[in-house]
């Protein structure tokens, strides 16, 4: 033994659970105890049979956590693209004629039959003659042949989506003639909601728990005298159907859809006529009293009273709206839907990070009433430059843009940029409550202060604007600037980053707009199915990092239940024998199950098994892998499960049954006994795999662990990447990742229990070989490796304690306590 | 000529040939097959040749020009939150809600729960001062609505609230009033105005109440996949075979999985189904009490507390009329869908739902939520364990600075401690303790709580980390109260006569900070169900468990200052300052209520025990304490309402501790010292 150096210290502020970091000069020692690697001969007879039977793939994979996911994503998409990659080879090979040559393919075999008719023909002809014919017929079919890739070439070389739609122009569409007297709807009514006023039955076929919407085709209306009721479809309203029609749920079938849209353009009702545009409404071929029907409409109401929803009557279709109020809108019927801002597309901002900026407070709107201006101005004037109020400019020369200045007093700034430099932007109620303004200010990533009483926030069926806004009750608007300055600091910039993310998610595009909407009224109709709280509002960085445990609930299983253990056997019949029979002393074992993993001899018969008091099941494996250790077989009864190998005879009852009672305490975690660590090789730049005798631990070894079922469903079907075919490929470290696996989805690290000993093999000394063991070692630190890239992430913790009796070593009468039987060599 | 007829008739023939295929093929072929529209294919939405051409659906000066219009009044007769609520009067420290007394006869039940409200720390005596004013429907159902009580001003800042429904409801004069009730329905309801309460069985607790039937995170193997409610109010379940005949009734043929139980007993079964129909929604409790996931179907009432319980999470609103698919959902849900549902069923049932007084506090919350407006809680505080009336606002908005949500925001406990040393009354700096705290890498301040009748001695010892000296008010819940001074998230609450070594002390630390929401600590209490007394009792002796550790010498939140002054009642605070032992007992119990977990501890070196024994005043040295002291656990049981505690039967241990190793490879050996 040698004085090893003193480790160095890790910086505060690192987790205790964040990956160890550590010279790696100090972990080559004095081997007090070998890893008793697999024996040559085993891992000889445990090579044939790779291959995976019960392996079965799933593809959807929202059991890891969201870092995992992502990895997957890749993974799943690059194994989309080499499907692809493939499909278009075996088309190529299938049917030449059926592609983009079609009509050259028709007549090249109908010039084949003609030369096969030839030979009747051409033994009366002179030789000189069928030269020059056979010549004649080349060039014409060669003619052809140019003619025809010259007629259809082009066309594959333009996208598929254009290839598949006809071109036409708005012009072209087909008048439609409103009588006068022709029927309209009935207003809208109040009391809908979804159980009462929209026909489910009509979306109870589709497949995948996806609406199917049908858009009705574009006409242009017009009324008796030939006046058009409004523009026939404005730029926006054609970029949300084209959206709708490019996405999953458009179908084209009406007999199939469950949402119908109108192309009646409705988004800004003072470019239509509300009586002619509710009549052609009603005659839509499936209109049935608007039954779901979705309308969008953006600026509802006009003067002089602007109606907070479309007053085009609609009987019971649903609207999107922008600038409902409480009074209007139908709580989980109608959708509130941000009113889009032409700025988005036309503006590039420059990414601005959260953080103080140079204005507490903005106002940045034109058209404000002259009492809020007031307010506003005395903000202003009490807390001087921290406060900005802008006005339209009123000196600006020709040919500047209005719309995209400034100013306050003789200063004039550029909008939407000058957003950028403040912390909050005030959206005030306009004439109506829905602002564009609104999208300006959570792009610039200012956190909007919203003073417009009653409004319903955008989305707000689902988004969670508490962590993106304030909103500010318009009495209290002179109060605003204190209520404000009682927000943290730290908040502010939370807000910040959640305005910004807001915005790109679901106000960015028209696009955006129109998903969202109908992945609304989508989870509404499938709730089983629904996108969650944290889908919605986490920005992808918080997705990223964070963690939700799959075992949540702070919860001490009872200890009645007990464990099933689970024993993974080859052919070591003696030494099986002898692990069932000390495992089956301890108290809390409900069940053994053996999994005979030799499929070319058969266990032994049933009388030569030692005789236990639990059930005993051997369960027999069509192939010989590692993965089998983790199958979620249904003789598994209990939550527990002990995963034991059949040659670690060492352990005692009492340590297995604390090891079980501390599993009780920690039943989302793997609590075992062997604990490895895994360290950072600062030379060669990665992973290694550490057995020593450290002061940490950040792995145990599934060769004696406790664990919860659910992890061997989640190996078995969730296990991201090749990882599960990789494990069984090299018949090695099926540990580590199920070690991955369960730090990465609980984000926890291990529990490792009593002290270190031997646990298998008594008179295992170090014949095996350093060659042997240094092999060993590289193979485990390349699965780390293996792993951590495969996750993207080195989810394992590094913790320095472990689990021992209460009274473990303690000066306390032997015989008085509960596992006196600890560590004992 | 032979040749030059049959060449010009080959020419012709093929010039023609030529010119057919030409313009009759592709014609046909275009006929045959239109080659723009392949089978399978949808023809979308037309890409408009002109479509760049189109106007933008409002002008530019459009958006921004609206015309000025004067604010809208609102409607008459519906309030939303904006117009019929003056926050004006709730500023300053949390809601303060004055109770209208009982006026005439009234039940048992109703007076506890007035009595409940005065002890909690909403409560004021002033309806001028009060922001909410509470007004209580009583629960007799057949008796007339109390007239309106004097202050009412229109109904103005005013919750009525009737846990149970009331008749009288319907004809009261609300005005401008608030309307908590038991499951309203979803036609009369004023999202972010009203709010909606479960609908109570009539034996509810008052307090603590039992907690939920969960045993398990993963459902019985064994266990009925649907239970369907009754209208007798019982529960009938059915296996997972029987596909539409839960729904009509019509399952004579399969009589075999099916059992119908009484009305008292809870399913067991993973799904419960629910019908829509209002008098079902007293089976929601019960599915929730029970773990079984509730799938309610069309309901017509609201859901309880629907403005800050994400339900999605926990239940599963379906459509009735789809129930074919509904039930195919059920079957296929997967598995991972169907542990995360129970397991927050569980935890609903827990925070908000176990007992009126819960149910109450709840109610007052989310009213306090809407009044802090940008300071309410966010919704994982109300939607993850330990729940929101245990996660107080006041404390930070910063879900960092919580030790429960570290996990969640992928963040994690900050990697220094501060030292917090309450002296008592004996008066003597504790200069070695300080020494040894001080040595602590992770040490980052030490705080000195003098609370002794002697003058404050005025030098204290050189140390790496700044000390600061903090008067008390020789109250021992003073140890507990949130100073200001505080500056990390771990605190290290120690006694003059404490005994620690640096080791101790930074092994302890690095523990915690993989169990930030637990107390980490060196001596340890267990406390035992007393048969022949018939209550609760608690022991010093060392035992193979424990469920407490002592406060002299223990690693904790700093948040759980705040939950110990602000959240407690204050007669629970009350009786710890008069049986000083019992402040130990006391935290303990507060933590153990939210964690739900035992406390942790960590190896405490022998020498320190035969040393410096603990201070004689703190009992828990002899053998058995006094009765008198032993009352302390039973009166907090009874404030609780349960017994809280949970215990340990582990240590845990530097990973070489003891190991028969050089005792150079170890990090914390002198923990080992003999």
């Not at chain 2, 035992?528 to 469920?547: I, L, Q, V």
Request: proline content about 8%; charged content about 20%; some cysteine.
């Amino acid at each position: 033994m040698f004085t090893l150096p003193e480790k160095e210290s890790r910086a505060p502020t690192t987790c205790p659970g964040s990956a160890s970091i550590q010279d790696l000069g100090s972990s080559y020692g004095d081997g007090l105890e070998e890893e008793c690697s697999r024996k040559p001969d085993q891992k000889l007879l445990e090579l044939y049979g790779v291959g995976d039977p019960i392996a079965m793939f799933f593809s959807d994979s929202s059991y890891l956590s969201s870092r995992g996911r992502i990895i997957k994503w890749f993974w799943d998409s690059a194994e989309e693209g080499y499907r692809t990659y493939h499909m278009d080879e075996y088309d190529e090979d299938k049917n030449p004629c059926e592609c983009e040559e079609e009509a050259v393919g028709v007549i090249m075999c109908a010039s084949v039959k003609y030369n096969i008719r030839g030979p009747a023909l051409i033994p009366r002809m002179k030789t000189k003659h069928r030269i020059y014919y056979i010549t004649l017929f080349s060039v014409v079919l060669l003619g052809l042949i140019a003619t025809g890739m010259f007629q259809f070439w082009p066309h594959s070389i333009e996208s598929s989506n254009d290839w598949n739609v006809e071109k036409h122009s708005i012009r072209d569409v087909p008048v439609v003639r409103l009588p006068a007297d022709s029927p309209i709807p009935e207003r809208g009514d109040l009391s809908c909601r979804m159980h009462t006023c929209f026909d489910v039955y009509r979306c109870g076929f589709n497949p995948k728990n996806k609406i199917k919407v049908y858009i009705y085709s574009l006409k242009k209306y017009v009324d008796d005298f030939g006046v058009p009721v409004s523009n026939t479809i404005s730029r926006e309203y054609n970029e949300l159907l084209t959206a709708i029609s490019d996405s999953d749920y458009y179908t084209d079938d009406i007999n199939r859809a469950c949402l119908f849209v109108p192309s009646i353009d409705v988004l800004n009702q003072n470019t239509l006529h509300i009586k002619e545009t509710a009549q052609a409404l009603a005659q839509l071929s499936r209109w049935d009293r608007g039954t779901n029907h979705l309308l969008f409409n953006m600026l509802p109401g006009g003067p002089p009273d602007y109606n907070t929803a479309l007053d085009v009557p609609r009987d019971r279709a649903l609207l999107a709206g922008g600038g409902f109020s409480t009074w209007t809108y139908r709580q989980g019927y109608d959708v509130s839907i941000p009113v889009y801002s032409p700025l988005s597309a036309e503006v590039d901002l420059p990414e601005k990070g959260p953080g103080s900026r140079r204005y507490f407070l903005l106002s940045s709107q034109m058209a404000l009433h002259p009492e809020y201006r007031e307010d506003l101005e005395a903000l202003q004037a009490k807390h001087g430059e921290s406060v900005l109020v802008l006005d339209k400019c009123t000196n600006l020369s020709e040919g500047v843009l209005s719309v995209r200045k400034r100013c306050h007093k003789h200063q004039v700034f550029d909008y939407p940029q000058v957003l950028q430099e403040a912390t909050f932007c005030v959206v005030l109620r306009g004439a109506r409550l829905g602002q564009a303004a609104l999208s300006d200010v959570l792009q610039a990533g200012c956190v909007p202060v919203i003073i417009a009483d009653s409004y319903i926030l955008p989305f707000s069926e689902v988004l969670d604007w508490k962590r993106a806004s304030v909103v500010v009750p318009e009495e209290k608007m002179s109060d605003a600037y204190s209520i404000l300055q009682s927000i943290p600091q730290r908040q502010i910039e939370e807000m910040q980053r959640q305005a910004q993310w807001f915005w790109e998610a679901y106000f960015q595009s028209i696009k955006a707009i129109a998903l969202a909407t109908l992945q609304i009224i989508n989870d509404r109709i499938y709730p089983y199915a629904a996108i969650s709280y944290e889908e919605w509002n986490d920005p992808p960085a918080v997705k990223w990092g964070s963690v939700s445990n799959p075992l949540f609930l702070p919860l001490i299983p009872p200890q009645s239940q007990g464990f099933t253990a689970i024993v993974l056997t080859y052919d070591r019949v003696e030494s099986l024998f002898r692990v069932i029979t000390e495992v089956s002393k301890v108290p809390s074992l409900s069940k053994l199950l053996v999994v005979w993993n030799n499929q070319n001899k058969n266990p032994p018969e049933d009388s030569l098994w030692p005789k236990i008091r639990v059930p005993l099941k051997v369960v027999r494996t069509a192939e010989n892998k590692l993965s089998n250790r983790f199958f979620p077989y249904d003789e598994i009864e209990t939550e527990a499960v002990l995963a034991i190998d059949d040659d670690i005879i060492m352990l005692t009852s009492d340590e297995l049954q604390f090891g079980y009672e501390v599993w009780r305490e920690f039943p989302d975690r793997l609590v075992g006994y062997p604990g490895r660590l895994h360290l950072w090789d600062h030379e060669m730049s990665k992973w290694k795999y550490e057995s020593e005798w450290t002061n940490e631990v950040s792995m145990v070894l599934t060769g004696a662990a406790f664990y919860h079922k659910y992890f061997n469903y989640l190996y078995t079907y969730k296990m991201p990447g090749d990882i599960k075919n990789w494990v069984d490929a090299h018949m090695n470290c099926e540990d580590i990742a199920m070690n991955f696996l369960v730090a990465n989805i609980t984000g926890k690290a291990v529990i490792k229990v009593t002290p270190r000993k031997k646990f298998k093999c008594p008179e295992c000394t170090a014949i095996d070989g350093l060659s042997l063991d240094q092999t060993h070692m590289v193979e485990r630190s390349e699965c780390i490796n293996k792993f951590a890239s495969v996750f993207g992430t080195m989810p394992l913790k590094v913790v320095e304690h472990r689990a021992d009796p209460v009274l473990y070593k303690d000066d306390f009468p032997e015989k008085l306590k509960s596992f006196p039987n600890i560590g004992s060599l | 000529m032979q040749s030059w007829r049959r060449k010009s008739l080959w020419l012709a023939l093929s010039a023609s040939w030529l010119l057919l295929s030409f313009l009759g093929i592709f014609p046909l072929l275009r006929l045959a097959v239109p080659p723009r529209s392949r089978p399978g294919v949808p023809q979308g939405w037309p890409r408009w040749l002109d479509a760049d051409l189109l106007q933008s659906f409002s002008q530019p000066g459009e958006l921004l020009e609206d015309a000025p219009q004067p604010p809208q009044a609102p409607h008459g007769g519906s309030c939303n939150w904006g117009a019929c609520f003056d926050t004006s009067k709730c500023r300053g420290d949390g809601l303060k809600v004055f109770v209208y007394p009982e006026a005439g006869p009234i039940s048992e039940t109703h007076r506890r729960i007035l009595a409940s409200l005065e002890g909690s720390r909403y409560h004021t005596f002033s309806p001028a001062e009060a922001c909410l004013l509470l007004l209580l429907i009583p629960d007799t159902s057949t008796s007339e609505c109390s007239s309106v009580p004097l202050q009412w001003n229109r109904g103005r800042n005013h919750l009525v609230l009737g846990l149970h429904p009331a008749t009288c409801l319907r004809t009261f004069q609300l005005g401008q009033a608030m309307v908590a009730e038991a499951s309203p329905t979803v036609d009369i309801f004023r999202p972010g105005f009203d709010v909606a309460l479960p609908l109570l069985p009539k034996a509810h607790p008052l307090r603590g109440g039992a907690s939920g039937q969960l045993r398990q995170h993963s459902p019985d193997p064994g266990v009925a996949l649907l239970a369907l409610a009754e209208e007798r109010g019982g529960w009938r379940t059915a296996g997972t075979n029987s596909s539409a005949c839960p729904w009509d009734g019509r399952c004579e043929q399969d009589p075999g999985p099916e059992q119908t139980h009484s009305r008292e007993t809870l399913p067991n079964a993973t799904f419960c189904l629910i019908p829509g129909h209002l008098p079902d929604a007293s089976h929601f409790l019960q599915a929730l009490q029970a773990g079984c996931i509730p799938v309610l179907l069309s309901p017509r009432w609201e859901l309880p507390f629907s403005e800050v319980i994400d339900w999605t999470k926990a239940a599963i609103v379906a459509d009735e009329r789809l129930r074919l698919q509904v039930l195919a959902a059920l079957q296929e849900m997967p598995p991972a869908r169907v542990l995360a549902l129970r397991q927050q069923t569980q935890f609903l049932w827990d925070a908000y739902f176990s007992s009126v007084e819960k149910v109450i506090h709840t109610t007052l919350e989310i009213i306090q939520d809407r009044v802090s407006g940008a300071s309410a809680r966010p919704s994982l505080l109300w939607n993850s364990p330990p729940g929101a009336l245990l996660a107080l606002p006041t404390f930070s908005r910063s879900l960092h600075d919580f030790p429960f949500y570290h996990l969640q925001q992928g963040s994690c406990p900050e990697g220094r401690f501060s030292a917090l040393i309450w002296v008592g009354a004996p008066g003597q700096p504790p200069l070695k303790l300080i020494q040894a705290v001080a040595g602590s890498q992770h040490c980052a301040q030490i705080l000195v709580l003098w609370s002794s009748e002697r003058p404050l001695p005025s030098t204290w010892p050189e140390t790496a980390v700044p000390l600061a000296v903090i008067e008390g008010h020789r109250k021992v819940s003073d140890r507990f109260f949130p100073y200001s001074t505080i500056g990390t998230d771990a605190v290290l609450s120690l006694d003059a006569q404490s005994s620690l070594s640096t080791s101790e002390v930074d092994f302890a630390f690095v523990v915690w900070q993989s169990f930030p929401e637990r107390m980490v600590g060196f001596l340890t209490w267990s406390h035992f169900w007393d048969k022949a007394r018939g209550s609760w009792g608690y022991t010093a002796e060392r035992a193979n468990e424990f469920s407490m550790v002592l406060t002299t010498a223990a690693f904790y939140h700093r948040y759980y200052h705040t939950l110990f002054t602000h959240a407690l009642p204050k007669a629970l605070r009350t009786l710890a300052d008069e049986a000083p032992t019992c402040v130990d007992v006391l935290m303990n119990f507060l933590v153990a209520a939210v964690t739900k977990l035992p406390p942790i501890k960590v190896p405490y070196g022998k020498q320190h025990q035969e040393a410096a024994p603990l201070p004689p005043e703190v009992p828990g040295r002899g053998p058995e304490l006094q009765p008198a002291t032993q009352d302390c656990i039973n009166q907090l049981a009874a404030g609780f309402g349960h017994m809280p505690l949970v215990s340990s039967r582990l240590r845990l241990d530097p990973v070489l501790f003891k190991d028969p190793v050089s005792v150079q490879r170890k990090k914390y050996r002198s923990l080992e010292k003999p």
